[in-house]
């Protein structure tokens, strides 16, 4: 199966919000309203498979310089096969077009984030 990869709508919303409700319930992911991803809808990046939204994640832009990769989610039964690593790529890719100098993610899940090129820093250094 091929995952497509795009910028999210604000059509969008509640097929987002419906995928990351577990995971907000579980404590994983910051809960946001639907008015914050709506101001916010042009930092999330979607993936979709036959046409349903199996993921996403969000790059926000703290300042000139620095950014935060954040919700980040991959629907159950479609883990393991690279679209996490594929959406933070894409941000990636995003931050290094527009300039950006710093990129942080603040994560239950280090491990993953260590395996894409991220280390880790002390919370006293985060701006």
Do not use: W
């Not at 987002?16 to 309203?33: A, K």
């Not at 941000?91 to 527009?98: G, K, N, S, V």
């Amino acid at each position: 199966m091929k995952t497509e990869y795009k910028k999210a709508s604000l059509c969008d919303i509640s097929s987002m919000q419906e995928l990351v409700s577990p995971e907000v319930e579980s404590g994983v992911i910051l809960e946001r309203s639907d008015d914050e991803i709506a101001t916010n809808i042009r930092s999330y990046t979607l993936a979709y498979e036959n046409g349903q939204l199996i993921g996403f994640c969000a790059l926000h832009i703290h300042t000139s310089s620095l950014a935060e990769i954040r919700s980040l989610i991959v629907k159950d039964g479609f883990r393991s096969r690279g679209i996490g690593e594929n959406l933070i790529n894409i941000c990636i890719d995003e931050a290094q077009t527009l300039g950006l100098q710093k990129l942080i993610s603040l994560t239950y899940k280090q491990s993953f984030f260590e395996k894409l090129g991220f280390t880790e820093i002390p919370k006293e250094s985060i701006p």
